[in-house]
């Protein structure tokens, strides 16, 4: 391992001792460039990032005067990454440069650390960043510690401040609300603040997402502009603060959330904040989309390298009301209709308080004996007769009121005494910064899986957010500190059921996608972006979602029309052909199919098979975007280029038909590609057919691209383009 270290010195507040302005710290990428320089004051002062410079020109950037990391104390003018009562009740922290190290940490990872120090206090702060080079993404962080006799409070503590000077920046972020998420909205920045950020402490996500472009010089684009691309690996309270300060300048602060979250740090502690993620891209956002969905199937997903299976879930065929006879019986329709694992939801435990609505039963995880008499091992057997695989549901977080174990551990939720319970969907959060917590939650996942090895699957769910936010483990002086404590009680858990259970497969549920973030992913397979699975709303949602997300990992299911939540009723090709340009599932059950829809779904999921490898694994680019234009669409390129498929959708009916080329994209031009459609509604005549198994170059394709009419609303096509000699 290479190692190289920068000396420094602590300095007393203002003191003479002078830096070279020639102490140059860089952070590449293969196409980017961060650059720090030390001032003559020994200042760490953010110089440049951008497109990657080479020696000369590193060197020849000027200094400024921006804090890399600035502190509260000497200037008020902007926000301050760090604020900090000493435990001597100073309220100032001046941070000074005290050296760097650079390890390599593998052919495609360097960590830079920069430590800084206060220059009176034992007081210290490291930046941490870890640049992935082929990605193009650089990971940043942050470690503040110190040797104070008392401990010291904490009222800021970012994970990274960044800095731009630039005539005009367009912020896209990505909010909604339940089964409306990821909406994209793109606005100019102003003076003064602007605020992504969440007070829900869990389910964090539910509103606003921690992710954004911004866009330098003009609004953001697909294919071309100067964009950041970033998002924050945290799933509790959060900020995102973009502040355009008097001079047109741009900062950045993101991290944890500060709101009602003051830390008291004791001596030698380490505060270690959540990482940004973020890249630079002078090609527009498609780049960056790309550049993150590679980086999340190497580091980002678990087990980001393996193949997602398809799934038939029961619950907007049932929701509680079951049996052992009915789950048998869908079970062998999953099997029948081709699907690899069958995913039995909510509803299946409690006995004292049985699981028949939403308002009982949470946190008795014990099989109800007279819905399933044989239990789960039962379930398990009948799906293995049938040849696929079992999965179940699980809410280990939460609990009832209406439950044995609220009736037993009272004290184990998070509330306040003397107030009447605040209870959301009719339940309460266990309060997981408490280790007995922990451990009866780890306990819930471990007992169901050692007693049933054969689940092969677990849909983990969060339904509700924080209000009431006490917590009747930690002392009166650290309640606040309940914020941050849930998310490592949480992460403490998950690296436990990981450790253990390495082969079981696992969804991250959260109310849909209120728990979307590169620190949770890391320990599952795949995530449920939306309870919303109306096909339309779902091509919004996804649109959004992808942007930072791989398809891969993204579970989208055909599902029952009308849709439940939205009344719609949309064909059953535009509802597989929209599913199968993520991980495909279904909830729509067999047994309500009429023979024809059986046979075409059946098709569906065979052709979904051929295409699945370069749905997960491919490079997706976005050809048409639904927020432009009346039909959408966009394509996967196998990373050889020898096959793609594309998914192009109408979302409302033109009466002249829609004629718009797609003009594709990612494709060898010198090699011949075969173009034909998968998925059709019937053999006979379409818009499509005469181009069906005709071979164009791909040069050809990108430029002249495919050009067909498409009249109705709903109509959609699913087009595979194979390399041929």
């Known amino acids: 391992m290479k190692k190289s270290k920068i000396a420094g010195c602590l300095l007393l507040c203002v003191a003479a001792t002078a830096y070279a302005e020639t102490t140059t710290i860089t952070v590449n990428t293969r196409n980017t460039s961060l650059i720090y320089k030390v001032d003559d004051a020994g200042k760490l002062r953010q110089i440049y990032f951008g497109p990657i410079l080479d020696a000369e020109s590193v060197e020849n950037t000027q200094m400024t005067q921006v804090d890399a990391y600035p502190a509260f104390g000497t200037s008020y003018i902007n926000e301050a990454a760090l604020r900090v009562v000493h435990g001597d009740g100073n309220t100032s922290t001046e941070l000074y440069f005290d050296g760097v190290e650079q390890n390599r940490l593998g052919d495609d990872m360097t960590e830079t650390v920069i430590t800084l120090k206060d220059g009176y206090f034992p007081f210290t702060v490291k930046l941490f960043f870890r640049a992935y080079e082929t990605n193009d993404i650089i990971e940043q962080w942050s470690e503040i510690t110190h040797a104070e006799k008392k401990p010291v409070t904490l009222y800021n503590f970012a994970s990274s401040h960044l800095f731009f000077n630039e005539p005009s920046y367009y912020l896209t972020q990505f909010c909604g609300e339940w089964a409306m998420e990821m909406n994209m909205v793109e606005t100019q920045l102003s003076r003064g603040v602007k605020n992504i950020e969440s007070k829900l402490g869990v389910r964090s996500d539910q509103h606003a997402h921690p992710c954004f472009y911004l866009s330098l010089g003009g609004k ?32 950045i602060v993101s991290g944890i959330n500060p709101y009602a979250s003051h830390y008291i740090l004791a001596p030698k502690e380490v505060f270690k904040t959540p990482a940004l993620l973020y890249t630079y891209s002078d090609s527009g956002v498609g780049v960056i989309s790309r550049r993150f969905h590679r980086w999340a199937q190497k580091y980002g997903i678990y087990r980001g390298d393996k193949t997602r299976t398809t799934l038939l879930n029961n619950w907007e065929a049932t929701y509680f009301d079951f049996n052992e006879e009915v789950l048998s019986g869908i079970i062998k329709d999953a099997a029948d209709m081709g699907f690899e694992l069958f995913l039995l939801d909510d509803g299946w435990f409690g006995n004292k308080y049985p699981r028949n609505s939403d308002n009982a039963g949470l946190g008795d995880w014990d099989c109800n004996k007279k819905k399933l008499p044989h239990g789960l091992g039962y379930l398990v057997e009948e799906a293995k007769k049938n040849g696929i695989k079992f999965g179940i549901w699980l809410e280990p977080e939460m609990v009832n009121p209406k439950s044995e174990l609220y009736e037993k551990h009272p004290d184990w939720v998070i509330g306040q005494p003397h107030r009447q319970l605040d209870l959301s969907r009719n339940q309460l959060i266990l309060d997981l910064s408490n280790p007995k917590v922990q451990d009866f939650v780890f306990g819930v996942i471990d007992k169901i899986l050692s007693e049933n090895p054969d689940i092969a699957y677990i849909k983990w ?3 509700r957010f924080v209000t009431n936010s006490g917590s009747y483990f930690l002392s009166p002086e650290k309640q606040s500190h309940l914020w941050i404590g849930y998310v490592r009680g949480l992460f403490s858990v998950l690296e436990r059921v990981r450790t253990k259970y390495k082969d079981v497969s696992m969804m991250c549920c959260s109310g849909g996608g209120g728990r979307i973030d590169y620190a949770t992913l890391p320990y599952f397979d795949e995530f449920w972006i939306s309870d919303n699975t109306d096909a339309l709303d779902r091509i919004f949602i996804q649109w959004g979602t992808t942007q930072f997300f791989p398809s ?37 059950q067999p047994k309500d199919m009429s ?48 096959e793609a498929v594309l998914f192009a959708y109408l979302l409302k009916k033109t009466i002249n038909g829609d004629t718009q080329p797609l003009i594709l994209e990612g494709l060898e031009p010198a090699r011949n590609y075969k173009v034909t459609e998968l998925n059709k509604a019937s053999q006979g005549y379409s818009w499509f057919t005469p181009l069906e198994g005709k071979v164009f170059s791909g040069d050809y394709l990108m430029k002249y691209g495919l050009r067909f009419t498409m009249y109705n609303e709903y109509e959609s096509k699913v087009i595979y383009i194979e390399s041929v000699k």
């Open 220 to 251: 953001a684009q697909e294919r071309a502009g100067r964009v950041i691309g970033g998002t924050l690996a945290w799933p509790g309270s959060y900020r995102l603060s973009f502040e355009v300060d008097h001079r047109e300048n741009l900062h």
């Open 595 to 642: 023979p024809e829809d059986k046979t075409f779904s059946r098709n569906a999921i065979k052709d979904y098979y051929k295409i699945r490898p370069i749905v997960q694994f491919g490079d997706l680019y976005r050809l048409l975007s639904p927020y432009e234009s009346r039909r959408t669409a966009m394509m996967y390129v196998a990373e050889d280029k020898s």
């Open 552 to 588: 891969m990992a993204l579970a989208s299911h055909v599902s029952v029309v009308p849709n439940h939540i939205t009344g719609r009723t949309e064909p059953l090709k535009f509802r597989f052909d929209v599913a199968m340009s993520a991980k495909l599932g279904m909830d729509l």
């Open 461 to 463: 769910d969060c339904n």
